[in-house]
């Protein structure tokens, strides 16, 4: 057998994950073919159907079979609705630390007739991934959350010189290839130390990219700033809460989490494709659900790796899904609901497919 250009990882997650990634592989599926992209698919169980089938919501040897791959599928995780037993743990973290994916590439782009609030959004919000006040991600072993006594519970927030460059570094790549222009956020006025070292190791970074222009904008201040002109940002770089809140109000700007997908990125060669939204279980199983940001993070997660690994077929497929995505969000007819459209989930994701292959 031939070998693939690409190994890629399919976990479906959760309630609504069980639809849009399928969808998501489905187009991908037609965008590699069309472009000659080799892929060898591997399905493996995770979240609650793993919890049933295996008695862990992330079996044994799934992080080793992983790291033999060049990415990943990782559908919605519904963590909160696992039963209170040690095998169901939540997956996301763990995936995130072990693979050191410590940026979460999140746009936000604005599409006609879709609702959004403003026109001509196009901004990228780079997230730091695994420091931060998450007490499932910022210590080694133990939990950055503890209670003292019964009325007081402290939370701990980790930043880092190194934490912080690296993001910065990875912010400061996109924005090369963008307008060269980053935006750090931030709240040093009151965070002195932790937004402080943040800051400065943005401004340290900024010294190998002379090209891109660096400025900072105080966190309240953005946030009112991305609801009155969201044009006026084009890439930003932030702290992990700051950039978990102020992705969900980006999204609603353009037309709610069904727009909001993620690629989460780092040191090494492997990228996950992760949408930012929940795994919305009142909509579970009804085809209706949104696979918008789910696809479009499958395609970023090609082109970057078709970037990465030098494979001009991933590129090449990353654009078709890019212009078939576009074709669908443009017809009424194949949309989800929630953008303004009388489809549903298969209509998306064949209209999609359709206009992949019908590229001349």
């Known amino acids: 057998m031939t070998a693939a250009h690409l190994v890629i990882g399919i976990l479906n997650g959760d309630d609504i994950g069980h639809e ?100 001509s959004v196009d901004l990228v919000i780079v997230r730091e991934n695994n420091e931060g006040f998450q007490p499932d991600r910022n210590v080694v072993a133990g939990c950055g959350e503890f209670r003292p006594t019964e009325d007081v519970t402290i939370s701990v927030r980790v930043i880092t010189r190194a934490g912080s460059a690296r993001v910065a570094r990875a912010a400061f790549e996109i924005a090369r290839t963008r307008s060269k222009r980053l935006t750090a956020v931030h709240k040093n006025t009151v965070f002195k130390l932790g937004c402080g070292m943040f800051v400065e190791e943005c401004y340290k970074v900024a010294k190998e990219f002379p090209d891109v222009t660096l400025d900072e904008v105080i966190v309240d201040t953005f946030a009112m700033r991305l609801v009155r002109d969201p044009q006026s940002f084009d890439v930003v770089v932030t702290t992990n809460m700051f950039g978990d809140i102020l992705t969900d109000e980006a999204a609603g700007l353009v037309g709610g989490l069904g727009m909001a997908p993620g690629l989460c990125i780092g040191e090494g060669n492997i990228a996950m494709a992760q949408a930012t939204h929940g795994s919305a279980p009142d909509i579970a199983g009804k085809g209706i659900a949104n696979p918008y940001a789910m696809i479009e993070s499958t395609r970023m997660m090609f082109e970057w790796l078709g970037h990465n690994r030098g494979i001009e077929p991933a590129v090449g497929a990353a654009a078709s899904m890019k212009r078939g995505i576009e074709h669908a969000l443009a017809d009424p007819t194949t949309r989800t609901r929630d953008i303004r459209g009388t489809g549903d989930t298969n209509d998306m994701t064949r209209a999609i497919v359709a206009a992949i292959e019908s590229e001349k």
Request: charged share 20%.
């Open 20 to 119: 849009i990634v399928p969808a998501s592989v489905a187009v991908a599926r037609a965008a590699a073919a069309r472009h000659d992209l080799r892929i060898d698919w591997r399905a493996m169980p995770i979240g609650r159907t793993a919890l049933d089938s295996h008695n862990s919501t992330m079996p044994a040897g799934t992080l080793e079979a992983l790291s033999r791959m060049d990415g990943f599928i990782l559908g919605p995780i519904g963590h909160r609705d696992y039963p209170k037993v040690p095998q169901a743990i939540n997956p996301h973290p763990i995936l995130r630390k072990h693979f050191n994916l410590f940026a979460n590439v999140r746009p936000t782009r604005s599409f006609p007739g879709l609702g959004a609030l403003h026109e």
